[in-house]
């Protein structure tokens, strides 16, 4: 069973930093790094938005309200994803859900998310 926990969120003033993890967990062995990771953010009232992405070969991608500003990593010895963010507007307030989509490799169960954890910016 894939588990996917978020942490890292919380109140930060504007023009502030913040880092994001997600620990995954799975079958012994499973190897995360394999799979599509992405970090992807609900805003009240507004639909799920795509953050940003890491595909298994290292490819990366953003959405382009974030792009120059956030930076997303993993780890695969501790199969953690992470996600900096710099230079946090009032415009990045929302939950933050981390996310295990299917590859050519790996989750083909997915996609699987996490509980979300939330970002306050304030002005």
């Known amino acids: 069973q894939v588990q996917l926990v978020e942490s890292g969120g919380g109140s930060v003033q504007a023009g502030g930093s913040l880092k994001l993890s997600c620990a995954a967990s799975?079958?012994?062995?499973?190897?995360?790094?394999?799979?599509?990771m992405g970090w992807y953010r609900q805003a009240p009232g507004k639909e799920r938005e795509l953050v940003s992405t890491?595909?298994?070969?290292?490819?990366?991608t953003y959405g382009d309200s974030v792009k120059g500003r956030f930076t997303i990593s993993q780890e695969d010895a501790k199969n953690t994803l992470y996600l900096q963010m710099d230079s946090l507007t009032t415009e990045d307030t929302a939950v933050y859900y981390c996310?295990?989509?299917?590859?050519?490799?790996?989750?083909?169960?997915?996609?699987?998310w996490g509980q979300g954890t939330q970002v306050t910016v304030s002005s």
């Open positions: 996310a295990a989509e299917p590859s050519a490799y790996a989750c083909w169960g997915g996609p699987y």
């Open positions: 799975g079958s012994s062995g499973y190897r995360f790094s394999n799979c599509k």
């Open positions: 890491i595909d298994s070969d290292g490819t990366t």
